[in-house]
């Protein structure tokens, strides 16, 4: 499998440290607010990696974390009135429920910030002991970048944007110096006992010390096999991740670094700043999740997506396509393995996740399956074998796992969907009776509604036309 690499800045084959073991480490949402299409997007695009190397063989240990304690949640507590263990709870319930939605995997281990201080503490000390960070007066810890020599070596940026290291005090020694720890400002902030007094922790230390704590490895050159964010994580979080670790540990973090890019809108980067932040609940009250998650994978992950409701809805009708061929084999339980076309599917996923080749391939898949059901209607073998496949593409994309009927009756509110199954029910009690015409009149009466119903072995079945 080839991947590209942020840091080499081009494509490598990916060996991982251990044979045929992965551990990933994505950064997870600060939650203070409900989750935007950026986290959904960087969501699906490492749950499309994680699911590839699955698929590959490799025993894969994924964790994302959230960061539940931060400026932006301080200010939440104060224009709120909430505490801390409210507006964090909320927040992730509501992220989970929204990536569930999206048919994203859950992490084999979400850690919380609050809950890591002990492994904080521990690397905050470690610094300090080798002379990588030095205290304030005022109590709060920075990391001393002058003397970290590789410091930048990893994004290559700072030249770039010497304006993203904000001053947070005029007696740090150098502009980039970065918080450690963050000391009891008085009433209205957040503090935490520890070994350096009341405070609590900068962002950056979290991510170094939970990936210590929970999947490290300490005897290689590398702590985990891939790090992975947004792009614009690169600079100057992972960048600062990776300093503080291999100064304390002499181990470099990660031996990848995977970045996908933004979600725009109207040209900009979505963002709440900007104003322009498309909530995923707000998406999914009009469009499935399964919709959701088709439309935002269909771009390469380290591209940007320009987000169009236009483009969603013709998305939307290439995924139509993959229901109404699973319509065609509805109720066919057993499987049948066509591992030719698995190879074909998984080989553009090994090459960086190319997915517009992929889905190509289901495309010509599609295609051949309709041509070939249309020659032999009644091959049990072809049937057996396109459901394997279909189960197959779910398997590696997330899409295609969902009730090939239930797909097309999304989209219409609770109520309407009660009258449609009492006139269905209605009708089938008129041709029980042999009252055709009763019948008849029931199933335009549900035209004119927008549905069209199907009689199967297994009884009638609907779907929105």
């Known amino acids: 499998m080839t991947i590209y690499d942020s840091h080499l800045k081009k494509k490598i084959e990916f060996k991982p440290i251990k044979d045929k073991e992965v551990r990933i480490y994505v950064c997870g949402p600060t939650v203070y607010d409900d989750a935007h299409l950026g986290h959904a997007r960087s969501s699906i695009s490492f749950d499309l990696l994680r699911r590839t190397l699955e698929a590959l063989g490799y025993k894969v240990t994924f964790v994302k974390n959230f960061t539940d304690i931060d400026d932006k949640i301080i200010n939440k507590m104060n224009s709120t009135g909430k505490s801390l263990k409210e507006i964090t709870e909320h927040y992730i319930n509501s992220y989970l429920a929204d990536m569930e939605a999206l048919n994203i995997k859950r992490a084999d281990i979400e850690p919380k910030a609050t809950e890591s201080l002990e492994a904080m503490f521990e690397l905050i000390q470690k610094l300090i002991d080798k002379g990588y960070a030095y205290k304030l007066s005022n109590g709060d810890i920075y990391f001393d970048v002058s003397k970290d020599k590789e410091y930048c070596k990893l994004s290559n940026k700072c030249q770039e944007d010497e304006g993203i290291h904000r001053i947070d005090t005029e007696s740090k020694k150098n502009p980039a110096d970065f918080a450690l720890w963050k000391a009891c400002k008085g009433e209205g902030d957040v503090c935490f006992d520890s070994p350096f007094g009341k405070g609590r922790p900068g962002w950056h230390i979290e991510c ?43 181990q470099h973090l990660a031996k990848y670094w995977m970045h996908n890019g933004f979600v725009n809108i109207n040209g900009e980067k979505m963002s709440k700043s900007l104003g322009n932040s498309f909530f995923v609940k707000d998406a999914l009250k009009h469009y499935p999740g399964e919709v959701l998650r088709f439309y935002l994978l269909s771009t390469h992950y380290k591209a940007p997506l320009n987000f169009s409701e236009e483009d969603l809805i013709a998305s939307k009708k290439r995924l139509d396509k993959l229901y109404r061929l699973k319509k065609r084999v509805y109720a066919i339980n057993k499987k049948q393995q066509d591992k030719e076309f698995e190879k074909k599917l998984l080989e553009p996923m090994k090459d960086n996740l190319n997915i517009s080749k992929a889905l190509a391939v289901v495309d010509e898949f599609v295609k051949n399956a309709n041509e070939e059901l249309d020659k032999n209607p009644k091959d049990k073998n072809l049937k057996q074998k396109i459901i394997s496949n279909i189960e197959f593409i779910n398997k590696l994309l997330g899409v295609g796992g969902s009730d090939a009927y239930k797909y097309f009756q999304e989209g219409i509110d609770k109520e309407t969907k009660i009258k449609i199954e009492e006139l269905i029910k209605k009708r089938d009690e008129a041709k029980k009776e042999k009252n055709y015409e009763l019948a008849d009149k029931i199933r335009n009466e549900l035209k004119q509604m927008g549905i069209m119903l199907q009689d199967t072995p297994n009884g009638t079945v609907w779907e929105k036309v």
């Open 208 to 250: 170094s010390a939970m990936i210590k704590k929970y999947i490290a490895y300490t005897d290689t050159k590398y702590q985990i096999d891939i790090h992975g964010g947004g792009a614009d994580l690169f600079f100057p979080h992972h960048e600062n991740e990776e300093a503080q670790t291999f100064c304390a540990y002499n």
